[in-house]
């Protein structure tokens, strides 16, 4: 429970007071993911979540995170604007695990998810292109299997 505490009070501190509910529809709420539908921890999904990465960026006047949260054995990216904040995605990684979130460019990252541990390990990855931040693009760059 402390781990869910400070979790939330860094997330608090780095998105400065993220209280209003974005208007994303309930389909966007996963529960696998951890987290609820304004990235804020499901209190009913275990401790462990923390901030692995945050990138900043600026798009017309206004400003922008896409945070990168983990847990022992899930993942979930969120982007972030003043109050309103919503998860990325959700539908590329229902049950996979997210690893490997880069920065190409100011507005543009690369991810990769990939169904476990075990082996074969199919594997995507993925660029996400928010120079429309209401409009995130998602494109798949390629898939694999680790042996």
């Not at 993220?18 to 529960?31: G, H, L, R």
């Not at 304004?38 to 999904?45: A, F, G, R």
């Not at 990168?68 to 109050?83: A, K």
Request: hydrophobic content about 35%.
């Amino acid at each position: 429970m402390k781990n869910t505490f400070m979790l939330i009070a860094s997330i608090v501190a780095l998105t400065s007071q993220m209280t209003a509910v974005s208007p994303i529809s309930t389909s966007a709420q996963n529960k696998d993911n951890g987290l609820n539908a304004i990235c804020k921890p499901d209190p009913n999904t275990p401790d462990g979540w923390k901030i692995e990465k945050s990138f900043s960026f600026n798009e017309q006047g206004k400003n922008y995170k896409l945070v990168y949260l983990r847990s022992f054995d899930s993942g979930s990216i969120c982007l972030v604007q003043g109050e309103y904040s919503k998860p990325i995605g959700l539908k590329y990684w229902e049950s996979e695990f997210i690893d490997a979130v880069d920065r190409v460019s100011a507005k543009v990252f690369t991810f990769q998810v990939h169904e476990g541990n075990g082996s074969p390990t199919p594997t995507k990855k993925y660029r996400l292109n928010l120079s429309n931040p209401q409009k995130p693009q998602i494109t798949l760059l390629k898939s694999w299997v680790i042996p």
